[in-house]
């Protein structure tokens, strides 16, 4: 089984402040993708990243895959109370599309 | 456009009764993910499934546990004498179907989770 280690585990920083989430694997994937999740609710999808070396940006958020996809970042600036929750990496282990394998989380809060 | 629907959203069951989770796809998909929730752990991949067919059962339970994906009707995923170790939040997700690529990126949209609880 493919690991997704994210770091770090908890975060509590003030708004305004910018913030780096790391995912890291040992084994390649063939792509990444990033959810939100908030309480009481399911993973909402942010990014998929597929190609090495890839950037994406979602407004605040820019998401970076590693060249050797084995690893990516989450970086938010400017964090808001509205970035609190729990984030996931998430990737397909190779030679399936089907079974998702999901990082240890990161849980944000943003305080005022 | 609906997204996926699950149900119920909360489940109490005594030990030894039996859990049946309900999901129903985003209109249009054919493919179904279930995965559970442990407390303060991530999800796990239990079992994906097209309709009447179990593709991959890799991540289920060896006893207790079935899913199903009828030709019509919602997927169920059945837990039979349930334990309070089955206390978990239990996703579906859907899917459209899957590119003939083995390295296909193909999104999958979660359902809002059933939360059972084991007394």
């Known amino acids: 089984t493919q690991l997704l280690e994210q770091s770090p585990q908890f975060l509590s920083i003030q708004e305004g402040e910018n913030l780096t989430v790391y995912c890291n694997s040992s084994?390649?994937?063939?792509?990444l993708q990033w959810y939100r999740q908030e309480p009481g609710e399911g993973p909402v999808l942010l990014v998929t990243?597929?190609?090495?070396?890839e950037v994406k940006k979602l407004k605040r958020l820019t998401f970076q895959f590693g060249d050797a996809r084995k690893d990516s970042s989450l970086h938010i600036t400017a964090a808001q109370p509205g970035d609190t929750g729990l984030y996931l990496c998430?990737?397909?282990?190779?030679?399936?599309?089907?079974?998702?394998?999901f990082g240890t989380g990161t849980r944000l809060q943003v305080t005022l | 456009n609906a997204g996926v629907m699950q149900n119920p959203r909360h489940l109490v069951r005594r030990r030894g009764q039996e859990a049946r989770l309900r999901c129903s796809p985003m209109?249009?998909?054919?493919?179904v993910y279930w995965y559970r929730q442990l407390p303060e752990e991530g999800l796990k991949f239990m079992v994906y499934?097209?309709?009447?067919?179990?593709?991959?059962e890799s991540g289920m339970p060896k006893e207790r546990f079935s899913a199903e994906f009828p030709k019509e009707g919602p997927s169920i995923l059945r837990i039979q004498q349930v334990v309070r170790g089955d206390s978990a939040a239990y996703f579906c997700?859907?899917?459209?179907?899957?590119?003939?690529?083995?390295?296909?990126?193909?999104?999958?949209?979660f359902g809002p989770g059933t939360r059972l609880t084991v007394l």
């Open positions: 990243v597929v190609t090495g070396g």
């Open positions: 084994s390649v994937f063939s792509s």
């Open positions: 997700a859907s899917s459209p179907s899957l590119t003939s690529s083995l390295y296909s990126t193909d999104t999958q949209y």
């Open positions: 998430a990737g397909f282990e190779t030679g399936t599309a089907s079974k998702l394998t």
């Open positions: 499934l097209q309709k009447e067919n179990i593709i991959d």
């Open positions: 209109k249009g998909h054919s493919h």
